[in-house]
């Protein structure tokens, strides 16, 4: 079946640690999201890469970092420097930046 | 993107059809009008899109007014597997990022 996969489905977060959360798709799809969901509210873009080896920040990147070197994978890696990442973060991709977004599964990120 | 308005919360028949309205009065030429829906702790699931005709896949139509200003998603037989935060979004060809309001909490009762 084609889709994307996110692993864990829950992560914790120890004060002061790095955490990277897993984002693969096999639809073939050129671009690639990272989005953050708080409880109750909207979708907030974090990264996004239209191509490998290719990635710009979304509106809110500080305390994140990214890494496109494969078309089927988009890591994403939560700093120590981002100081409030319990949320529930979602993968998107699409066949270019101009089509239709289809989502995985989710991560939720708590911090112990 | 145009702002969309929809109403917060509806109920439905299990069986019945769910017919969930968006306003986007300000919505451009270029600016289709998508839905997405997101079941609790899932990720969001596209249904449909589209630009001034009336669409229907498999999941679900949309009508679009002939102004473009206002839609409706029609859920033709709703099942409790249909219980979700249904949102409506305007959406240029040349966005890059989705950005969901507050949405509309559909409950299928039995």
């Known amino acids: 079946d084609g889709g994307i996969t996110q692993s864990p489905k829950y992560l914790f977060r120890k004060e002061g640690q790095n955490v990277t959360l897993s984002c693969e798709q096999n639809l073939n799809h050129d671009a690639m999201y990272w989005y953050r969901q708080d409880p109750g509210q909207g979708l907030r873009l974090i990264y996004y890469?239209?191509?490998?080896?290719?990635?710009q920040k979304g509106d809110i990147a500080e305390g994140y970092s990214v890494s496109r070197e494969k078309k089927e994978s988009f890591p994403l890696t939560v700093t120590s420097a981002q100081k409030n990442p319990t949320a529930f973060y979602l993968c998107?991709?699409?066949?270019?930046?101009?089509?239709?977004?289809?989502f995985g599964p989710g991560t939720r990120l708590l911090v112990l | 993107d145009a702002k969309t308005t929809q109403p917060t919360s509806m109920d439905c028949a299990e069986g019945r059809a769910a017919n969930l309205p968006c306003n986007h009065s300000t919505i451009s030429g270029n600016e289709y009008v998508y839905w997405y829906r997101q079941i609790h702790s899932q990720g969001p699931q596209y249904i449909i899109h589209?630009?001034?005709n009336n669409e229907t896949n498999e999941m679900a139509s949309l009508i679009i007014t002939e102004d473009r200003k206002s839609s409706t998603l029609i859920l033709p037989h709703a099942t409790l597997r249909d219980t979700a935060v249904y949102y409506c979004?305007?959406?240029?060809?040349?966005?890059?990022?989705?950005?969901f309001g507050t949405g509309t909490r559909l409950q299928v009762t039995l």
């Open positions: 998107a991709s699409s066949e270019g930046s101009q089509e239709t977004q289809y």
């Open positions: 890469s239209q191509i490998v080896n290719d990635f």
């Open positions: 979004i305007a959406l240029s060809g040349t966005a890059s990022k989705l950005t």
């Open positions: 589209g630009l001034k």
